[in-house]
């Protein structure tokens, strides 16, 4: 099991930044993928960035490139997501997610963190 617990979020203007962060917990992360997901009102959920646990390889949705940063703290378990430059568009409900790796889907959940941009 892998306990997931997500911090940071708020109500931010358009143009600022904000740091997300998610602990996680419960048993050793060397192989697994961690990511940040959103979801929007009326909306699906949205994969935003991942980074692996161990090489610290990072990927990124088109809309986060350039703006967002993903990184961790291996010693903290502790994962980031960086935001700058934010808009409007990006107000959602962030979810820390991991798997085990690639070939599986995010099987464990924070409860997500709200991140309201205002214009």
């Known amino acids: 099991q892998v306990q997931l617990v997500e911090s940071g979020g708020g109500l931010v203007q358009a143009g600022g930044s904000l740091r997300l962060s998610c602990a996680a917990s419960?048993?050793?992360?060397?192989?697994?993928?961690l990511g940040w997901l959103r979801q929007a009102p009326g909306k699906e959920r949205d994969f935003v960035a991942s980074i692996t646990w161990s090489g610290g390889s990072t990927y990124y949705a088109d809309a986060a490139k350039g703006r967002f940063t993903i990184s961790r703290d291996n010693a903290k378990n502790t994962v980031y997501l960086q935001m700058n430059s934010l808009k409007p568009e990006d107000t959602a409900v962030y979810y820390c997610a991991a798997r085990r790796n690639f070939l599986t889907e995010y099987g464990y959940w924070g409860q997500g963190t709200q991140v309201t941009v205002s214009s």
């Open positions: 419960g048993r050793t992360l060397s192989t697994y993928v």
